[in-house]
């Protein structure tokens, strides 16, 4: 299991008893025009959508590793430190900043469960905020990540699922947003979103483990989400993680990396059709 399995999602009492702490610090994950119409008290701004990274070969991976390094400095990350992730829900924003900062084997990273929306009292400030960049190296842990050539050595193997969390339009072939349109062999489906509730926060653990179990998820087996691009699956990462899935690994490249190339096996799926 990752470091952070236990208690990664917090809310607004966790937050309340560590008001002022220094030894948290709050990441707000929403576009900047956001973030400065007002933001939680002492949150720095990271907007993880510029940073796309389709490219999980080895080069690939060393440009992603080090662009991390980076961006984590500029953020004053140390490794010391409760970091929290945020936006207005549970969204794939927050999901995608978390998982990043875990991946690169930060020991304490948090969710803030439902995001602004679950904290309707909340005062949000335009102040800036002054970091202090760091020297943020991180180790890159190998077990949160899948890259196209382990998805690809493992499909058809009993012990790995392959979880496509894009639109139904998407895994249906019905958008394509890549050269190719389809979804990776054996793949089980369902939109990212039915993961979270109407508030937008994460559904219970319970009705989280049942619905992934009735799709035929298997907790003892190795569990990777795609989408399109990392963000969507980043969220399902952790809707797995809390409903008791240990092995979990988010596929980087997703469709944006496995649509766009010519030597991967790719499956047409089609809507089922009732007749009357």
């Not at 707000?28 to 007002?38: C, H, M, V």
């Not at 960049?133 to 382990?150: D, E, I, M, R, V």
């Amino acid at each position: 299991m990752q470091a952070n399995d236990v208690e990664f999602l917090i809310d607004a009492q966790w937050l309340a008893a560590r008001s002022g702490d220094p030894a948290v610090i709050l990441i707000d994950t929403r576009p900047p025009a956001e973030y400065w119409e007002g933001h939680l008290e002492g949150a720095r701004h990271f907007d993880p959508f510029p940073f796309h990274h389709s490219d999980t070969g080895d080069a690939g991976m060393n440009e992603f590793n080090g662009q991390l390094a980076w961006i984590f400095s500029a953020l004053g990350i140390t490794g010391r430190e409760t970091v929290v992730f945020y936006e207005n829900e549970s969204g794939m924003r927050a999901t995608r900043g978390a998982w990043l900062l875990e991946y690169m084997g930060h020991p304490s990273v948090r969710i803030l469960d439902g995001g602004l929306n679950r904290l309707a009292e909340a005062k949000l400030i335009t102040t800036p905020v002054t970091v202090t960049p760091s020297n943020f190296q991180g180790t890159p842990q190998a077990g949160a990540l899948a890259t196209y050539k382990y998805i690809a050595g493992h499909l058809g193997h009993q012990e790995v699922q392959i979880f496509d969390v894009r639109s139904d339009e998407e895994y249906f072939g019905e958008r394509i947003r890549a050269r190719h349109g389809g979804a990776i062999p054996g793949a089980i489906h369902r939109d990212w979103r039915q993961a979270l509730d109407e508030s937008g926060a994460f559904k219970p653990v319970e009705q989280l483990r049942a619905e992934f179990e009735r799709m035929g998820l298997r907790p003892e087996r190795e569990i990777i989400p795609y989408c399109q691009g990392g963000y969507r699956s980043a969220n399902a990462y952790y809707a797995l993680r809390l409903a008791g899935y240990p092995r979990v690994r988010n596929y980087l490249g997703s469709w944006g990396e496995w649509g766009n190339r010519e030597d991967l096996p790719i499956e047409k799926p089609t809507r089922r059709r009732i007749h009357s």
